[in-house]
């Protein structure tokens, strides 16, 4: 089979709801991320076989293969296809997977793979259009369970032990890797600037937006419950609502040789697995156990743990579980502090990953991320020698 790589990863920066990049359609911010790809690497969009997109809330603007919009948004030619991934949360990451696995089989050889969300435009939830997607056979297995991750959350702190000020301490401790990840320049290479507003007014945003520098322990203890009245979770030991892009180019290395590329990180293992519905966003636990297993990787060689801050609980449980060292994990900050846009996130987050793994000369990452309906992805990289 033939080997997988990334050359190219680039993100916008991460935009809080009803920031600066909420003026922006959802098509105009991926074609952001697409045409900078092309910049960076001199690479003709021709060669391009296929570009798979993450996206959740695939109604309005968002709606009928955003993908496919995002391409023509770009102006790349018309002959390019574009599709539209949802696995929840780990949209893009499945993307990557996707990719990756065309290119391995030898069914296409140049693939673009990303994502974009703008909630502040196509909010959480939305999709729905006031149904739901259980159906009464499902809810009647799970005994009328809501399916709300915040209750999901919620038990999965009580089951772990993981206190209030436990998860507050975590959070804060994201907004902090955060600040100071920003100050230090690590995303700088890795963000593409985005003209605010709609038909390229305003500013440009060039920074994400959601780190709070303010944020401690003792101002998050001041914060209601947001689930349940006598609860641990809330907004500020939750993820952030937010807008973004990102895009990564995969190929095989004889091909990135032939256009003239270096690659960053070979694709060593993806795996995708389902977990409890119920308690829901455990399953990165397991995956994880997968994917090292695939890629023949111990956990002591991982070099950088990105494990998505959908709820403070997700990691620590992640982290209690595995024995990983608390360093390796989020150490620029995470989603917590960062923000998460949904169907970008998996991109954003293997983006950050891919750049920091370069910087410090990593060997090898590993990237989970939990999602809704009890499934979770990760993916073992390798950096390129």
């Given at each position: 089979m033939r080997e997988a790589v990334v050359v190219e990863a680039v993100r916008t920066a991460v935009g809080k709801r009803n920031g600066g990049l909420a003026g922006v359609h959802a098509a105009d911010l991926s074609a952001v991320v697409l045409q900078a790809l092309?910049?960076?690497?001199?690479?003709?969009p021709e060669v391009v076989d296929d570009v798979v997109w993450g996206c959740v809330g695939q109604l309005g603007d968002q709606s009928s293969n955003i993908g496919r919009y995002a391409v023509l948004a770009a102006g790349w030619p018309e002959t390019i296809p574009g599709t539209t991934v949802n696995r929840a949360c780990g949209s893009s990451q499945q993307a990557l997977d996707f990719a990756a696995q065309a290119v391995m089989s030898g069914q296409q050889d140049v693939v673009v793979a990303g994502g974009v969300e703008v909630m502040s435009r196509v909010p959480l939830g939305a999709s729905r259009g006031g149904g739901t997607p259980y159906g009464p056979q499902v809810?009647?297995?799970?005994?009328?369970?809501?399916?709300?991750?915040?209750?999901?959350?919620?038990?999965?702190?009580?089951k772990w032990g993981l206190g209030r000020s436990v998860l507050d301490d975590f959070a804060a401790l994201s907004h902090q890797r955060a600040a100071s990840a920003q100050d230090g320049g690590a995303f700088d290479a890795q963000i593409v600037p985005v003209t605010e507003g709609t038909g390229g007014t305003g500013g440009t945003v060039t920074m994400d937006?959601?780190?709070?520098?303010?944020?401690?322990s003792a101002t998050l203890a001041k914060l209601k419950p947001s689930f349940q009245e006598d609860g641990v979770i809330h907004a500020g030991n939750s993820s952030q609502i937010s807008d973004g892009a990102a895009a990564l180019l995969v190929t095989t290395p004889e091909k990135a040789r032939e256009l003239g590329l270096t690659p960053i990180a070979?694709?060593?293992?993806?795996?995708?697995?389902?977990?409890?519905?119920?308690?829901?966003?455990t399953g990165p636990i397991p995956a994880t156990e997968k994917v090292l297993r695939k890629a023949g990787v111990g956990l002591s060689e991982v070099g950088v743990f990105e494990v998505n801050e959908a709820f403070a609980p997700i990691p620590l449980a992640w982290l209690a579980e595995t024995g990983?060292?608390?360093a390796l994990l989020n150490p620029l900050g995470g989603a917590i502090a960062l923000g998460h846009p949904l169907g970008a996130s998996g991109a954003v987050l293997m983006t950050r990953m891919l750049h920091h793994m370069r910087d410090h000369g990593i060997r090898y990452g590993l990237q989970t991320m939990c999602e809704g309906g009890g499934t979770a992805n990760a993916t073992v990289v390798e950096l390129a020698s």
């Open positions: 092309v910049d960076r690497t001199g690479l003709d809810l009647a297995r799970y005994e009328d369970f809501s399916f709300n991750q915040g209750v999901s959350a919620e038990l999965i702190a009580r937006e959601g780190i709070r520098r303010e944020t401690s070979r694709y060593r293992a993806g795996v995708v697995t389902g977990s409890d519905p119920v308690l829901m966003l990983a060292d608390p």
